[in-house]
């Protein structure tokens, strides 16, 4: 995992070192926000936008490996290191991609945002996502972390099984929305496939542990 962190912060600073290039030819204040077709409706300062980018990137790699070393079950995170170190490195290169498109958008006469990139890179985390979430064992940090699935390491199991291929299902149906479907419902469909991906593992957790301990 410590690998995974330097690459991390060598991200962050990949985002500063471009930043720093294009700083002369950035606008001030630059955009941080766009509505649903792309345009751009909210604003920060230069070092405000600048720096966005860059400090999730360094926060994730520095402070998710200090989180873990509080977790109680030190074994699991042993055994679902590799897997947490390929979340922690595509969260990194998800944001990293983020700040190469708010860069482009900050320098693009219009201001526009790229929103079809956008929603590919929110696909392709969560089919990162999808592919490693059955690899993690239980903890209080990482992975889908219900009262039912902390409480009972079959329904951990199983609920991450099904988080995988929701994930999955999720990262390729928001690329195949972004890619097909008209601007004007893309962001509500992609809402809406994300909060599936949130809700329907939690909810199934919740139904698998009233059936295993309601025959006890």
Wanted: net charge positive; proline share 6%.
């Amino acid at each position: 995992m410590r690998a995974t962190s330097l690459l991390g912060l060598l991200l962050a600073g990949l985002q500063l070192l471009v930043a720093a290039v294009l700083w002369p030819r950035l606008p001030d204040p630059m955009p941080i926000h766009w509505g649903l077709d792309g345009t751009a409706d909210g604003f920060g300062s230069k070092w405000l936008a600048v720096l966005l980018g860059p400090g999730w990137t360094a926060a994730i790699a520095l402070l998710l490996p200090l989180a873990l070393r509080f977790e109680r079950r030190q074994e699991h995170i042993r055994r679902s290191a590799d897997a947490i170190g390929v979340i922690q490195l595509a969260l990194a290169a998800f944001f990293t991609g983020l700040h190469g498109l708010t860069l482009r958008a900050a320098l693009s006469p219009d201001l526009h945002l790229q929103a079809g990139s956008l929603t590919v890179l929110v696909g392709v985390l969560f089919v990162v996502l999808g592919n490693v979430l059955p690899r993690i064992r239980s903890n209080r940090l990482v992975g889908i972390r219900t009262p039912w699935t902390l409480a009972d390491e079959v329904v951990w199991t199983q609920t991450h099984r099904l988080g995988g291929w929701c994930g999955v299902a999720t990262g390729l149906l928001v690329v195949l929305t972004g890619a097909f479907a008209p601007p004007a419902v893309q962001f509500g469909a992609i809402l809406v496939l994300i909060l599936l991906f949130a809700l329907l593992p939690c909810g199934y957790s919740w139904w698998l542990f009233r059936q295993l301990h309601h025959r006890q």
